[in-house]
Nanobody, 118 residues
Framework: VQLQASGGGSVQTGGYLRPSCLAS????????MDWLRQGPGKEREFVAA????????YYADSVKGRFTMSRDNAKNTMYLQMNSLKPEDTALYSC????????????WGQGTLVTVSS
């Protein structure tokens, strides 16, 4: 089982990026797929999540209205469209999978770095 995150980069304030996470090796029905991030000197925090079974999506308050999570079932890939980026969005963005109603992650991707300069 692999989760492969990619698509990070460096942008200026107000810019946009669209990292993706390719999930392979098993069916993720019954799983929640999360985007998480860890900025320099900060703790890891939740960004967004999608219920892979029914497609419902949840966002952290800090990114609501700016970030949009989506998925392509045929490609087993999820995306995080990040608009109106701010310097405080600078972080390593990782994707991870946990079973429904669980807080423990079964699978992790390696992360993709997003840097937003002012």
């Amino acid at each position: 089982v692999q989760l492969q995150a990619s698509g990070g980069g460096s942008v200026q304030t107000g810019g946009y990026l669209r990292p993706s996470c390719l999930a392979s090796g098993r069916s993720f029905s019954g799983y929640i797929m999360d985007w998480l991030r860890q900025g320099p000197g900060k703790e890891r925090e939740f960004v967004a999540a999608i219920n892979w079974s029914d497609g419902s999506i949840y966002y952290a308050d800090s990114v609501k209205g700016r970030f949009t999570m989506s998925r392509d079932n045929a490609k087993n890939t999820m995306y995080l469209q990040m608009n109106s980026l701010k310097p405080e969005d600078t972080a390593l963005y990782s994707c991870a999978a946990r079973q429904l109603r669980s807080t423990a992650y079964d699978y992790w991707g390696q992360g993709t770095l997003v840097t937003v300069s002012s």
